[in-house]
């Protein structure tokens, strides 16, 4: 059998006729850059996300940069995140002018460790990102608590986890601002590249509505330079079509995550998502842990599964943020993760039948390395 990581194909085969009848009438309107299929799917994504406004925009790294533009953050400014994330995350920050300032993980939630926040802020910190990664969220209430009681705006980077919940508070909506991407393997995703930012606070909806569009207020009328970052109208019929699918898609998410689970319970070697306190995670991604992942990851590929390893190596050690002055062991929790996780196939239309294939590929993988250790000397 053959079980590919992400099957975009089986899951846009049922939406293709739907798609092609919005798209024709995207070219009937003429509204190629923003334009009312953007205008309609940006009320109704903040309205899923309970957020009072959603600003549709280029892609998820812009939704950050825009964001954090938003906030005035610039040159001298320090924003925390995490060294265990997609690097966008970072570079969003080094585009304003301000610094990355990193934060290292849970190692049981493969997010921002709230115990270590504190030590991380300084005189200089404009901003949190709490990053949701693998579609779970951060300890919100806690980082919100450290964040308010300085008045320090949080800025989610939620690209990984629409519709994921914290005691009943959607992603994205919690801090000052929410950051989502479309990149087309997302659990929302565009037939092309978007993002949006959402936020309850009306002047800085404002704010970034001006910055993706040339900081014009009115039409050539420009406040602040500004940037294009307008959404386009194709993505926008897209992603309002898939919106309202969403929900099912992370619903058949977490199902499958269980079947996994359940087949890995009777293995402590594999170490499995947990699902800490009260989030109600969406499974972008299904990550465990095992040691010698390489030798596991290579075993399931010649087994036709194919996985995927996020990330492998973390931010700080990328040559691209050498000059922040981290190392080796800067970021241990992070650093010992990167070693060991191993993305599995995850998708809506995964079926029963793959899901048990994979977890037996997985299971004989691991007790193969067992067998090895005993016959070691
Ligand atoms: C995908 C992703 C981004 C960037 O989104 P793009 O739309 O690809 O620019 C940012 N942060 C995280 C955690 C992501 O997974």
Redo the contacts with the bound molecule.
């Keep these: 059998m053959k079980v590919p990581f992400l099957d975009l194909k089986a899951h846009h085969d049922p939406i293709r006729d739907e798609v092609r009848a919005a798209l024709e009438e995207v070219i009937d309107q003429n509204a190629f850059a923003g334009g009312p299929c953007v205008d309609a799917f940006e009320k109704e994504f903040a309205a899923f996300c309970g957020a009072a406004e959603a600003i549709g925009v280029g892609?998820?790294?812009?939704a950050?940069w825009l964001a954090l533009l938003g906030l005035g953050i610039g040159p001298g400014d320090e924003v925390i995140t995490v060294p265990n994330?997609?690097i966008?995350?970072a570079e969003a920050i080094s585009f304003t002018g301000a610094k990355p300032v990193f934060v290292d993980v849970s190692e049981e939630t493969y997010n921002l460790d709230p115990l270590l926040l504190e030590a991380a802020i300084t005189g200089r910190t404009r901003a949190i990102i709490p990053?949701h990664?693998y579609g779970q969220t951060a300890d919100m209430s806690a980082i919100l608590a450290i964040a308010n009681a300085r008045s320090i705006p949080v800025v989610e980077?939620a690209?990984?986890a629409h519709g994921a919940t914290s005691e009943d508070r959607l992603a994205g909506s919690m801090g000052m601002a929410g950051c989502f991407?479309?990149?087309p393997g997302?659990n929302l995703g565009a037939w092309g590249?978007a993002?949006a930012v959402v936020t309850d606070n009306p002047e800085l909806a404002k704010e970034i509505r001006k910055l993706r569009d040339h900081g014009q207020p009115r039409k050539y009328e420009h406040d602040v330079v500004g940037w294009n970052s307008r959404m386009d109208g194709m993505q926008g019929a897209v992603l309002r079509i898939k919106l309202a699918r969403l929900d099912d898609g992370n619903h058949a998410r977490r199902s499958i995550a269980a079947q996994y689970t359940k087949s890995f319970a009777s293995c402590p070697e594999i170490g499995v998502p947990l699902n800490a306190g009260n989030t109600g995670h969406v499974y972008h991604l299904y990550v465990v842990r095992v040691r010698e992942r390489d030798r596991v990851q290579n075993a399931l590929t010649s087994r036709g599964v194919a996985c995927g390893i996020h990330y492998p190596v973390p931010v700080h050690l990328q040559p691209a943020y050498r000059d922040l002055g981290y190392s080796e062991g800067s970021f241990p929790v992070t650093e010992r993760c990167a070693q060991e996780i191993l993305s599995l196939p995850m998708y809506p239309e995964l079926s029963r039948d793959q899901v048990d294939y994979v977890s037996e590929q997985l299971l004989t993988a691991i007790s193969a390395e067992e067998s090895e250790k005993m016959a070691a000397p």
């Design positions: 892609s998820g790294t812009e950050l994330t997609f966008a995350t990053v990664l980077d690209a990984q991407s479309f990149y997302k590249e993002g």
